[in-house]
């Protein structure tokens, strides 16, 4: 794990390196009400699998994939009005930023229980990442902050995709 690029918070892209993830998901990080991120791997990265490669990194909102079932009955609230954090089509906006306190990789799935009232997953979306490919997933414990004010930059192909780090453009929002 490397420690991402720092650069100052006036204005300019505080960290280069940002990592998708449902916005639902962001909303409960930003919340304190996760501490952790449970990751595969994107699909278009090197076979599939995800690498802890950053200690920093700004989080991605992204609006595919999550639905009220993926979430825990009680965390479903989660998903109220989230098309209102939706930004335009041109843009990508970043209001928080992670920094991972510890990295595990596990390969028993009932390790995973001990972690349960730490994240807001549903048990079906926990034992299909778990099991999707090889028996494995990577969980990051995380401390979440709010950025001074948003960052916001304009959308780049490079940032489309089934991936988990995105490489913000570093002449953007500078």
Excluded: N
């Excluded at 505080?14 to 990751?39: H, N």
């Excluded at 802890?52 to 991605?60: A, D, Q, V």
């Excluded at 994240?119 to 490919?133: C, K, L, T």
């Amino acid at each position: 794990m490397t420690e991402g690029d720092a650069r100052a918070v006036d204005g300019a892209i505080p960290v280069r390196t940002a990592f998708k993830e449902w916005a639902a998901i962001c909303r409960a990080l930003a919340s304190g009400r996760q501490d952790v991120i449970l990751r595969k791997g994107g699909i278009v990265e090197p076979h599939g699998a995800f690498r802890p490669e950053h200690s920093r990194f700004l989080l991605f909102p992204t609006f595919l994939h999550q639905s009220a079932e993926s979430l825990v009955p009680e965390a479903r609230d989660l998903l109220v009005g989230i098309d209102d954090d939706r930004p335009p089509e041109s843009a990508v906006v970043f209001t928080h930023v992670a920094v991972v306190r510890a990295a595990h990789r596990i390969t028993d799935r009932r390790a995973l229980d001990a972690y349960r009232d730490r994240h807001v997953w549903a048990e079906s979306v926990v034992d299909e990442r778990f099991h999707r490919w090889q028996d494995e997933l990577h969980l990051l414990e995380v401390t979440v902050t709010p950025l001074p004010s948003p960052v916001v930059l304009p959308w780049q192909e490079s940032y489309g995709g089934c991936r988990s780090w995105v490489e913000l453009d570093e002449s953007a929002g500078a």
